[in-house]
């Protein structure tokens, strides 16, 4: 047994709407708990609810964020520790184009994505809360996957049909209760996430999580095995 990742509660400091220095003592205090555990990855979200911003309002929160998670990568470097940001439909960009755009211009080593399988639907194939010109994907999920494949630090694997848990962020199936195609996803991933130490099963929010995640096991085992042994 051993902790595969840590996320603290961060809402206190939205980083792209605090100073850097406020997310940077946030950061300061979880890595104390990464070092005593040995954990190596730092779960962070935006923190900020999906919003449409003015373009100038949208630049300087974007500026703001870029140059905290940068700051807050490479202090997490220096403990040895990845910052891997869970993207959402629940919090501020959450548009796959913009999911991109963020981690190239973060641009450090230490700071990568936390490619979940319900979030990645929810995003390219509903386009949830991403107001009334949603940003999909013909390719779904999967052109999803192998847009982010180079960036992924670390993986969420659980089904979606697309839906919301309270109207916030997606909501969390049991496999086969949604409509992930979970070989074409870690297909897309590959070596991405093939050389990854942990895959985590991610049954937040699940009313079965007692009945399901023990079947869940085999499944996921029965993924890994099917994704080395696909053709190269």
């Known amino acids: 047994m051993a902790p595969a990742a840590y996320a603290p509660d961060f809402t206190t400091v939205p980083p792209g709407e605090v100073s850097t220095k406020a997310y940077l003592d946030e950061v300061g205090a979880t890595l104390a708990v990464c070092e005593g555990l040995e954990i ?41 520790v990845t910052l891997v940001w869970e993207f959402e439909p629940g919090f501020w960009l959450n548009r796959p184009s913009e999911v991109r755009q963020l981690v190239e211009a973060v641009d450090h080593p230490a700071f990568r994505l936390l490619f979940d399988s319900s979030h990645a639907y929810t995003g390219a194939v509903a386009g949830a809360r991403q107001g009334p010109e949603p940003e999909t994907l013909p390719g779904g999920e999967v052109e999803y996957a192998r847009l982010l494949a180079p960036y992924v630090g670390h993986l969420h694997l659980i089904d979606s049909d697309g839906s919301l848990h309270d109207d916030e962020t997606s909501a969390h199936l049991p496999f086969g209760a949604g409509k992930v195609d979970f070989q074409g996803v870690l297909e897309a991933l590959g070596a991405a996430v093939d050389g990854l130490e942990w895959w985590g099963v991610d049954f937040c929010f699940c009313a079965t999580t007692e009945t399901d995640a023990p079947k869940a096991v085999p499944y996921v085992r029965s993924l890994a095995r099917r994704l080395r042994e696909a053709p190269a």
């Open 40 to 80: 190596r990855l730092l779960r962070v979200d935006t923190v900020s609810p999906p919003e449409t911003l003015a373009p100038a309002a949208h630049e300087r929160r974007l500026e703001r964020l870029v140059g905290t998670w940068r700051a807050a990568a490479a202090r997490c470097a220096d403990s040895g």
